[in-house]
């Protein structure tokens, strides 16, 4: 049963005016089988929040700490984190030519497991799971993301999610670009994950309309660089109908 936790986090990053603070003190802690949804408006820090943990290079990480299953994350190199039980579903995707999605699934796997899956049960689980997010087979000897639309882009990234069986995944506006269609197919696809391996989801985004397909079980508002409020799923519901005016005032 994973735990991700995070204490007092701060990172920076630089821009062009100089090293800018993003993240300002960041508690949170996220257990196997639980939904996070983390909502704010532009700038306020969330996709810095998912590649810091990820181990972004872009961010420095200035203070706090963030552990998985008691371990020092931020001591792990990037792909030590993921064979810790880290995931991140990027918000957009990149193209690796010459790569195609099949090898690249199962290389990733071997990695994570130390082992290479068995090819006659991993090419039934690969299809099964394919065919579950509605992917046309013809993609597995497809490049990774070359020429893929959004939506499939976002297929892509639970397909790798459903494979992989994280014990956290980071879900980074997932639901960005996608049609309604798409991002019912994308969500049952959490919902799956989530159903079949207890993973615990960081599910960060703008609006609520994702969350009526996958359920969360905490809401917290991200603004500043920082957690703002926190609670259930009626408060996503307040911020559907209020928006973030509330928060944003200069003392925030």
Same mark, same amino acid.
């Given at each position: 049963?994973?735990?991700?936790?995070?204490?007092?986090?701060?990172?920076?990053?630089?821009?062009?005016?100089?090293?800018?603070?993003?993240?300002?003190?960041?508690?949170?802690?996220?257990?196997?089988?639980?939904?996070?949804?983390?909502?704010?408006?532009?700038?306020?820090?969330?996709?810095?929040?998912?590649?810091?943990?990820?181990?972004?290079?872009?961010?420095?990480?200035?203070?706090?700490?963030?552990?998985?299953?008691?371990?020092?994350?931020?001591?792990?190199?990037?792909?030590?984190?993921?064979?810790?039980?880290?995931?991140?579903?990027?918000?957009?995707?990149?193209?690796?030519?010459?790569?195609?999605?099949?090898?690249?699934? #199962?290389?990733?796997?071997?990695?994570?497991?130390?082992?290479?899956?068995?090819?006659?049960?991993?090419?039934?689980?690969?299809?099964?799971?394919?065919? @579950?997010?509605?992917?046309?087979?013809?993609?597995?000897?497809?490049?990774?993301?070359?020429?893929?639309?959004?939506?499939?882009?976002?297929?892509?990234?639970?397909?790798?999610?459903?494979?992989?069986?994280?014990?956290?995944?980071?879900?980074?506006?997932?639901?960005?670009?996608?049609?309604?269609?798409?991002?019912?197919?994308?969500?049952?696809?959490? %919902? #799956?994950?989530?159903?079949?391996?207890?993973?615990?989801?960081?599910?960060?985004?703008?609006?609520?309309?994702?969350?009526?397909?996958?359920?969360?079980?905490?809401?917290?508002?991200?603004? %500043?660089?920082?957690?703002?409020?926190?609670?259930?799923?009626?408060?996503?519901? #307040?911020?559907?109908?209020?928006?973030? @005016? #509330?928060?944003?005032?200069?003392?925030?």
């Amino acid at each position: 049963m994973s735990i991700l936790e995070i204490k007092d986090l701060h990172a920076t990053v630089e821009t062009p005016e100089g090293t800018k603070e993003i993240l300002k003190g960041v508690d949170l802690t996220i257990k196997a089988g639980e939904t996070h949804a983390i909502m704010g408006p532009n700038g306020s820090g969330k996709s810095t929040l998912a590649y810091a943990i990820a181990g972004h290079p872009k961010y420095e990480i200035t203070s706090g700490s963030v552990t998985l299953d008691g371990e020092d994350v931020l001591e792990m190199s990037v792909d030590e984190r993921a064979r810790a039980g880290l995931f991140l579903a990027m918000q957009y995707p990149v193209e690796v030519p010459g790569v195609t999605v099949s090898n690249f699934l #199962r290389t990733a796997k071997t990695a994570i497991d130390g082992e290479a899956p068995a090819l006659r049960t991993w090419v039934k689980d690969m299809k099964g799971a394919m065919a @579950d997010l509605r992917m046309d087979p013809v993609f597995a000897e497809r490049n990774v993301n070359e020429g893929f639309s959004g939506g499939e882009k976002k297929r892509h990234e639970i397909l790798q999610m459903q494979l992989l069986k994280p014990g956290i995944a980071i879900l980074d506006e997932t639901d960005s670009g996608l049609d309604v269609d798409a991002l019912r197919i994308v969500s049952e696809g959490v %919902n #799956r994950a989530k159903e079949n391996t207890e993973v615990g989801i960081m599910l960060i985004t703008h609006y609520t309309r994702i969350l009526q397909y996958v359920k969360p079980d905490f809401v917290h508002v991200f603004v %500043n660089g920082r957690v703002a409020e926190q609670g259930g799923p009626e408060l996503a519901e #307040r911020l559907e109908s209020e928006g973030y @005016d #509330r928060y944003l005032t200069p003392s925030a």
